[in-house]
């Protein structure tokens, strides 16, 4: 059975690699790295060296880590003191939003021109069509008027459908008069 000892290279660089993983892993726990020279030769309280090994853990990490044994109760009326001096000079900007407020867009004046009241609308139209005529040569002429379904048979002076007088009855048109609205409008004598 062969353990792996047939490449001689292989062999050394694997021992090499687990030489510096071993250094590695025993300068983090020990703390013997830039971390630990950089902190200040402050008198410390006795601290157990668990609590140290774990303090110097967590400076590696997160920042420092405060013991409750090192915390100092007493006021620190300098710090205070230097905090009194200070004094917000704000700038007029809103410091709850994200982005400055736009600046208003002017609106374009419009000119108003005051021509008095509106016309009235115009009245509707009349709806009677002209469906024919009838009547002798000497006689009075009767014209045929249609609205929709309806039709209404009238001579000039009658009112038809209760609405409409029949004012004049010429021999290419009819003039009738909306006697509600006074409206008068001409009517062709053409089918359709």
């Known amino acids: 059975m062969k353990v792996g000892t047939e490449s001689k290279t292989k062999t050394a660089l694997a021992a090499i690699l687990l030489l510096v993983a071993s250094f590695a892993v025993y300068n983090w726990l020990s703390g013997s790295g830039e971390n630990a020279t950089a902190t200040p030769a402050a008198p410390t309280p006795a601290v157990s060296p668990v609590a140290q090994k774990f303090a110097r853990l967590g400076t590696r990490k997160s920042g420092p880590v405060v013991l409750a044994q090192t915390l100092d109760p007493t006021l620190r009326v300098d710090v205070l003191k230097s905090s009194e001096d200070v004094s917000y000079k704000g ?87 909306d006697v509600l609205t006074n409206n008068r409008q001409t009517l062709p004598l053409t089918a359709g």
């Open 91 to 177: 700038n007029g900007r809103d410091i709850f939003q994200n982005q400055p407020e736009p600046a208003p867009i002017p609106q374009p004046v419009k000119k108003v021109i005051d021509t008095g009241p509106a016309p009235p609308p115009p009245p509707p139209p009349i709806p009677l069509k002209f469906y024919g005529f009838s009547g002798s040569k000497g006689g009075p002429k009767q014209v045929f008027l249609s609205k929709g379904d309806d039709i209404f048979i009238a001579k000039e002076g009658q009112v038809v459908d209760r609405r409409y007088k029949i004012l004049k009855i010429g021999p290419s048109s009819i003039e009738v008069e």
